[in-house]
């Protein structure tokens, strides 16, 4: 089992920034891409953005490509995604997981955190 304990979340006003955190644990062996997805009130959980183990390779949504950027910190074993240019739209909760495909489909991610709130308004 792997566990996942996301950090960070927040109100914050548009146009500020926020850095959430997500530190694996337990048997990080079978873990080779960690994601960020979020869902807003009465929306569909859709995907952030992704970054394999080694932190070589990511992927980000459209909707938040060029503002969002995933990175990982071996040293520390933990996986961050740093918010910038926040809109109200960013608003949602926030949630870290871990699997073994590089990809944008929540189903391919096998391990999942419990989800930070992230509310940007002013």
């Known amino acids: 089992q792997v566990q996942l304990v996301e950090s960070g979340g927040g109100l914050m006003e548009p146009g500020g920034s926020l850095r959430l955190a997500c530190a694996p644990s337990g048997r990080t062996g079978s873990i080779s891409v960690m994601g960020w997805f979020r869902q807003a009130p009465g929306k569909e959980r859709e995907f952030v953005a992704t970054i394999n183990w080694r932190g070589t390779s990511t992927s980000y949504s459209d909707s938040v490509k060029g503002r969002f950027t995933i990175s990982r910190d071996n040293a520390k074993n933990t996986v961050y995604l740093q918010m910038n240019s926040l809109k109200p739209e960013d608003t949602a909760v926030y949630y870290c997981?871990?699997?073994?495909?590089?990809?944008?489909?929540?189903?391919?991610?096998?391990?999942w955190g419990q989800g930070t709130q992230v509310t940007v308004s002013s």
């Open positions: 997981a871990a699997g073994r495909l590089f990809s944008s489909r929540g189903v391919e991610y096998d391990y």
